[in-house]
């Protein structure tokens, strides 16, 4: 790169390497699946957030010395910090929906699944709603300021070139029990209230028949599902705020 005969050049092919970082996030990570775009836009957004950070950072992108690989390795690697950065903030969107699964099976809506119509993927009922709210709580914060600002910072941790060298997946070690034991918390009322149900409910089986008894059962889960979860949504604004901090906290030591 900065062999490049015109430096025009050099920018330019610097900024097609960058958005190999930055693509796997607007792709692949929630909450931008959750949004139906066309893959062109994403592309073309992840090539102009790429030119813009190349411009403003020329000395840690086509000015920085060519890695001894050559073009391929620099590809590899920015490709390879590109799908950790993602992976921190889809770790969290996946913490969510596993509780939200645990919550279907357990009020009786574990045939109950939606599609996702960007990656064609079934999320579960409960788990959908809680990953659009911590998509809403993620937009409606400094989320976007704050992940442009990790890839901006990422290029002065890692220059174009070492991304190889300064990526460190164990960061993501103790980050994963940590997220998904704040999912749980979210949806532990949601736990709580059915669990007294599923005793209550034990205790009928002695004096009801136990068809009937099943019966009632899923409809007292379901109806006290739909009447505790916007009371638990609206009781945990603060945690789903910790959660998507948490996540982008870890993709700033990742980068």
Not at 35 to 46: G, K, M, N, Y
Not at 97 to 125: E, K, M, N
Request: net charge neutral; hydrophobic share 60%.
């Amino acid at each position: 790169m900065h062999g490049a005969a015109e430096p025009w050049v050099g920018q330019a092919v610097a900024t097609l390497l960058l958005s190999l970082r930055i693509v796997p996030t607007l792709a692949f990570a929630q909450p931008f699946t959750l949004i139906r775009i066309p893959a062109p836009v994403r592309v073309a957004l992840s090539i102009a957030l790429a030119a813009w950070l190349v411009a403003g950072n020329p000395d840690a992108t086509w000015r920085a010395a060519a890695s001894g690989g050559g073009p391929i390795v620099v590809a590899a690697g920015e490709l390879l910090l590109g799908i950790a950065l993602a992976l921190a903030l889809q770790l969290a969107f996946a913490a969510l929906l596993v509780a939200g699964r645990t919550i279907d099976i357990q009020a009786g809506y574990g045939l109950a699944v939606l599609v996702d119509p960007s990656t064609r993927t079934q999320l579960p009922l409960v788990g959908t709603v809680f990953a659009y709210a911590a998509g809403a709580v993620f937009f409606a914060t400094d989320g976007p300021a704050r992940l442009l600002a990790i890839w901006a910072a990422s290029l002065r941790h890692a220059p174009m070139g070492s991304a190889l060298a300064a990526t460190d997946p164990n960061v993501l070690i103790g980050y994963v029990s940590g997220v998904f034991l704040m999912a749980m918390g979210l949806v532990g009322l949601l736990l709580v209230v059915l669990l007294i149900l599923d005793l209550a409910i034990a205790l009928m089986s002695r004096t009801l028949p136990q068809m009937n008894v099943l019966l009632f059962g899923f409809q007292v889960k379901t109806l006290a599902t739909m009447i505790v979860l916007p009371i638990a949504l609206a009781l945990s604004g603060s945690l789903f705020a910790t959660l998507i901090s948490s996540a982008l906290d870890t993709m700033a030591r990742i980068g």
